[in-house]
Every structure is written in C-alpha cells, then in structure tokens.
Nanobody, 121 residues
Framework: QVQLVESGGGLVQAGGSLRLSCVAS????????MGWYRQAPGNQRDLVAT???????NYADSVKGRFTVSRDNAKNTVYLQMNSLEPEDTAVYYC???????????????WGQGTQVTVSS
C-alpha cells in the first residue's frame, strides 16, 4: 500500500509565500515523476508543476517564475515553493506520484488527499 501525505497549505495574503510538502510512503521500489496539481471550485484539476527522477521540471505557464518544484529522492518527498501568490492561486493542491511498487517495470499513479491553499486579496 502506498500513501501520499501533503502538508503546508493554509491562508496567506496576496504577495505572500507558502511551501507545500508531500511524502510518499509504503511499498515503494522506485519513484518516477512527482508533482503537483490543483483544482479550484467548479474547475478541472490542472497541472501546476512536475519533476522527474532526474530533476527535469515542467511548469504551468501561470506559475512560471513564481513557483519552484523540488524533490528529495532519499525521502521520497516533493516540495512546492510558492512565491508571489495571487488570489487566482486559490485551490486544493494535490500531490501526484508515478512509481513502482515491485521489481517489475509496471508503474502506478497515486494521489494525495489534497491541501487547501487560500490567497486573500
């Protein structure tokens, strides 16, 4: 069984910063891509940022230059540093990981439970 547990969400004023963390635990043999998605009320879940096991990153255009994704492979942890936050960043942020649970090449996708980020104007 694999679990992704997020932390670090909360309420912040526009222009402020928050740092999200997500730890993957359980029967893990290797983690491929880790990342963050977000979903605002009435909207679909959208990609925010991803990072590969080789530290290749990918960002949504709306967060480029403001958010930074990083990971600690030894801890199976991914981070999202969010600076210059805007009210439009308000959403539930979900951690995502693609990983192997055994020695085979099969990979599975897992989601965290989500953490609320609210940016006030």
């Amino acid at each position: 069984q694999v679990q992704l547990v997020e932390s670090g969400g909360g309420l912040v004023q526009a222009g402020g910063s928050l740092r999200l963390s997500c730890v993957a635990s359980g029967s893990i043999f290797g983690v491929d891509v880790m990342g963050w998605y977000r979903q605002a009320p009435g909207n679909q879940r959208d990609l925010v940022a991803t990072i590969s096991s080789g530290d290749t990153t990918n960002y949504a255009d709306s967060v480029k230059g403001r958010f930074t994704v990083s990971r600690d492979n030894a801890k199976n942890t991914v981070y999202l540093q969010m600076n210059s936050l805007e009210p439009e960043d308000t959403a539930v942020y979900y951690c995502n990981a693609v990983l192997r649970t055994d020695l085979s090449s099969r990979k599975y996708q897992y989601w965290g439970q989500g953490t609320q980020v609210t940016v006030s104007s």
